[in-house]
T-cell receptor, first 113, second 113 residues
Framework: ETGVTQTPRHLVMGMTNKKSLKCEQH?????MYWYKQSAKKPLELMFV???????ENNSVPSRFSPECPNSSHLFLHLHTLQPEDSALYLC????????????FGPGTRLTVT | QQQVKQSPQSLIVQKGGISIINCAYE??????FPWYQQFPGKGPALLIA?????SEKKEGRFTISFNKSAKQFSLHIMDSQPGDSATYFC????????????FGKGTKLSVIP
């Protein structure tokens, strides 16, 4: 595996379900990101993790919960989501916190029913 | 002030023609301006980027033109090919050590034979 991988690629879940998205980067980077991509909207940064710190977008609802067990793996835990949370969730990584160049995974297409 | 405005929303170009996508920003603290290319089912991939100390950067058929006084930058794709059909995002980042990329809403480019 190379680059940034994400699983699953597609996920359909009910509003009462609990699921997790997984991201793994094989680039030796030290910072990882979760973005939300909705139609006709700019990419929205949700969370940033690095060895030094975690940064959250304060507008992200608490039903999204990130976890970063090490510098190569990032999870997004989902619970009691709403239909408007349906979107493409992208993971990205960069060499360091604050590096300009970010490398994206293919995304998880999430549908909340 | 954090917005990056991108136009047009969609663009159809004949094969061999020039594709031009424009972006404008307000925040003069932005100092890194990347363009990302996204194919269906894939995450965005860094295509080319520019700093405000140069007015133009060229990589193959892709050129960024930067107008600091007008706070505008644009992507030109010369000799456009059907394989260039994708969604293009401009972005801007503020200062060394800033992790946050502010993205435009994207331009869907279709290059027709």
């Amino acid at each position: 595996e190379t680059g940034v991988t994400q699983t699953p690629r597609h996920l359909v879940m009910g509003m009462t379900n609990k699921k997790s998205l997984k991201c793994e980067q094989h680039l030796g980077h030290n910072a990882m990101y979760w973005y939300k991509q909705s139609a006709k909207k700019p990419l929205e940064l949700m969370f940033v993790y690095s060895l030094e710190e975690r940064v959250e977008n304060n507008s992200v609802p608490s039903r999204f919960s990130p976890e970063c067990p090490n510098s190569s793996h990032l999870f997004l835990h989902l619970h009691t989501l709403q239909p408007e949370d349906s979107a493409l969730y992208l993971c990205a990584s960069s060499q360091d916190f604050g590096s300009y160049e970010q490398y994206f995974g293919p995304g998880t297409r999430l549908t909340v029913t | 002030q954090q917005q990056v405005k991108q136009s047009p929303q969609s663009l159809i170009v004949q094969k061999g023609g020039i594709s031009i996508i424009n972006c404008a920003y307000e925040n003069t603290a932005f100092d890194y301006f990347p363009w990302y290319q996204q194919f269906p089912g894939k995450g965005p991939a860094l295509l080319i980027a520019i700093r405000p100390d140069v007015s133009e950067k060229k990589e193959g058929r892709f050129t960024i033109s930067f107008n600091k006084s007008a706070k505008q930058f644009s992507l030109h794709i010369m000799d456009s090919q059907p394989g260039d059909s994708a969604t293009y995002f401009c972005a801007a980042s503020r200062g060394a050590g800033s992790y946050q990329l502010t993205f435009g809403k994207g331009t869907k480019l279709s290059v027709i034979p």
